[in-house]
């Protein structure tokens, strides 16, 4: 324990201090502020998505959520990967080794380039995943047509993480907050023109939902790479003199981001197995927990750009060989992040109906969504029991990955994740239901949290660097 007081320069200051230190409340808040607008941008832009579906039909809101978590899995190995090079680049920016951010996050794009046709490999697929899982034949053909349009916008999502850590990790998150919700903006429009068919579109269903996402996805790769290649970049970073694969570049990235990726991919793909099994419930259950979750963004994805910014603080401190202050800004940001997911949670469970209002007004069968108000207004009351522990989770796995530390970070995930399955599974053959599962979930997040807190208290992440030795 004596380490810890030591290294956490937070406990040695005032909250006065606190607030104006390097590393405080003061610049978290600058970093995490338009992080978490960007990701708020791409909730919202879900919500008006399901919206969208529930007023088209309750069937294809049900489908949206396996199959949309599905479609990710698909491609957040990439993801993973390519999204890690944004902590090359706070790490460089901090040791003012400015040219090597420009080939650092290169090495990212052709990783994003390659995930392009690895993402349309999947469709093929989709039938098998679908039918295996035992849900109505007319929620797994709409599963299956969704799939299908996302995985045109897989490799796009690469190459935007890709292109967005060159920002991000810098610290110049407006950008990314601009040209996010500039897309947020883009996809809501496309899909009120091509879920029912207006202004010329095609009345898709689903389907338009998919492609819109995929046309707003794209939009904003064009929008990063415009800005990338900007002169002032090209000059000062060599955005564009970087563009060739550097091959011991492009190990330290695999290499790092490798456990990144994978922890991604295997525990999307348990979140989605997860629902999968709930799907054998029937599709009311299926649909209140689709609706459950998507209320649930409105707390999750902020804080997840509050760890976002805790990755970024952490890599450039570090990369300053300043460990101190790394650790003082993670304590910052899991402090801006805990608070936010108190108070989203009170708010869950004292005023659920609030948040399920606009749900209630698009639906086109009020019987049918009477029947699952109730429904999700209990399972509000589980994401109210474990939000504080998912911010934990999210703020100091944002530290240690902000390190290096990957490796912890993809054991415990993977480690944890698969247990929340076999749980489930087990629980489900012995005829226990929902709320069995979602327990299940509650734990598992509960202990996800414990793994991160003990390994920021107790390891060795700040004596870890992801970039190479700087030769003299």
Known sequence: ???????????????????????????????????????????????????????????????????????????????????YASTFVAQYYGAGRRTKVGHAVWQAVWIGVLAVPAALAAIPLAPWMFTAEGTPAQITALEVEYFTTLSFSGGAMVLAAALSAFFSGRGQVRVVMIVDSLAALVNVGLDYLWIFGHWGFPEGGIAGAGWATTAAIWFKVVCYFVLFVRREYREEFATLAGWRVDFPLMRRLLRYGFPGGLQMALEVAAFGTFTVLVGRLGADVLAATSLAFNVNNFAFMPVWGVGMAASTMVGRRLGENRPDLATRASWSCAAIGISYMIAICLFYTVFPQVMIEPYRLQATDQAEFARLESLVIVLLRFVAAFGFFDAVNVCFAGTLKGAGDVVFVLVSSVGIAALGVLATYVGLSFGLGLYWCWSVLTAWVVLLSAAFLYRFLYGPWRSMRVIEPEVE
């Open 1 to 83: 324990m004596h380490e810890v007081i030591d290294s956490s320069a937070a406990t040695k200051t005032s909250l006065a201090g606190w607030w104006r230190a390097e590393g405080g409340l003061r610049e978290a808040l600058i970093i995490a502020v338009p992080l978490v607008v960007s990701s708020l941008s791409w909730t919202v832009m879900n919500f008006i998505d399901r919206l969208f579906l529930l007023s088209y039909s309750a069937d294809t809101v049900a489908a949206a959520l396996p199959a949309g978590i599905m479609a990710f899995a698909a491609i957040s190995f990439p993801l993973g990967v390519a999204s």
